[in-house]
């Protein structure tokens, strides 16, 4: 159980990593706006730092990955498809918060302390959220 535990924290570790990433390269590149920019990459980087958290670090989460046999590896119609800067924003931090949430409810089954750093990440990524919607 462990192993399938571990699969649902590594997928929605990078989840959320990338969707950052993403949201921090518009911020950057495409409103050329340093502060946003620096919150994207702080809010990237304090959940890299989670995984210092959990019992296994990062060998034993990543050591639970299983790509070749994920059923949820296609893509969806609607991932194919994104009509500007602003649809790919959107996208991306609505993938963040449903992954933060996500690490929240399943770290709970391991240590409530992550779990509630998780909530605060969510919380500061809406926060975030709402600071790069103002700005389209």
Not at 68 to 89: F, L, P, T
């Amino acid at each position: 159980m462990k192993d399938k535990l571990y699969r649902i924290i590594d997928a929605n570790l990078n989840r959320s990593r990338e969707g950052l990433r993403v949201c921090e390269e518009i911020a950057r590149f495409v409103l050329d706006d340093a502060s946003l920019t620096r919150e994207f990459k702080g809010l990237r980087h304090c959940i890299s730092d989670c995984i210092k958290l959990y019992p296994a670090k990062l060998r034993g989460i990543i050591s639970a990955r299983d790509p070749e046999n994920d059923v949820g590896r296609g893509r969806q119609a609607i991932e194919r498809k994104r009509s500007g800067w602003k649809d790919v924003s959107i996208a991306n931090m609505e993938r963040v918060k449903e992954s933060l949430r996500v690490l929240e409810e399943f770290s709970k089954l391991i240590d409530g302390k992550i779990a509630d750093k998780f909530k605060r990440l969510r919380f500061k990524a809406y926060d975030t959220e709402k600071k790069l919607v103002s700005r389209f």
